[in-house]
């Protein structure tokens, strides 16, 4: 597209300005010097015309976003924004429906040999529970009855990730083995109960 220049008389300033932009030419300043003039053409200004030439950029028509663009920008925004939500809502609700609640293994032990069960049972059946997630929450203690007959002499509790994990624990080979040496030394009642999801 050519361009002519103005026949108009240019007065002081103008040449003062047109100085002082090929000086900013080499200066940091003129891409927003030449926006400016770009904006100035763009309104039919002949005068920033004819400076968009002696800069040596031609002057561009520049076509700015129309409402309806920025307003199918923001509906494009919210609706990303939805479906994010509407799919994080869904993942974590997966989840929570994919979570087992965690099982309480309860040993009522009646020990008839205490030493004999400390040194033989107990570390052949903590190593074949070892890992199987087993998590003890009380070994021995002492323990009160709150109401009704009296608690056996040692109560274990542990807990597990589900009743599925504790069932498999308690019926492994290894622990099974180590049942056989436990009963020698105690009677020993265990059962276990599924807890609240958490």
């Not at 900013?24 to 300043?29: N, Q, T």
């Not at 080979?173 to 009963?183: M, N, V």
């Amino acid at each position: 597209m050519a361009h002519k220049r103005p026949t108009a008389k240019v007065s002081p300033f103008a040449l003062g300005f047109v100085y002082a932009l090929a000086v900013a030419r080499h200066l940091a300043v003129l891409p927003i010097i030449q926006r400016l003039l770009l904006l100035a053409a763009k309104g039919g200004n002949r005068f920033g015309s004819w400076l968009c030439l002696v800069i040596g950029r031609p002057a561009v028509i520049i076509r700015g976003p129309t409402r309806e663009d920025t307003m199918t920008a923001y509906i494009k925004m919210g609706m990303a924004v939805l479906l994010g939500l509407g799919l994080g809502a869904g993942a974590v609700e997966g989840l929570h429906a994919q979570a087992k609640p965690p099982a309480y293994v309860i040993s009522e032990i009646e020990v008839t040999n205490a030493d004999a069960y400390a040194k033989e049972y107990v570390p052949v059946a903590n190593k074949a529970l070892a890992d199987s997630g087993q998590k003890r929450l009380v070994s021995g203690g002492r323990t009160i009855s709150i109401s009704g007959a009296s608690p056996a002499s040692r109560i274990v509790v542990s807990m597990f990730e589900n009743l599925e994990k504790a069932q498999a624990a308690y019926s492994s080979p290894a622990y099974l083995e180590a049942r056989k040496i436990g009963d020698k030394y105690g009677k020993l009642r265990i059962f276990a109960v599924e807890g609240i999801a958490q």
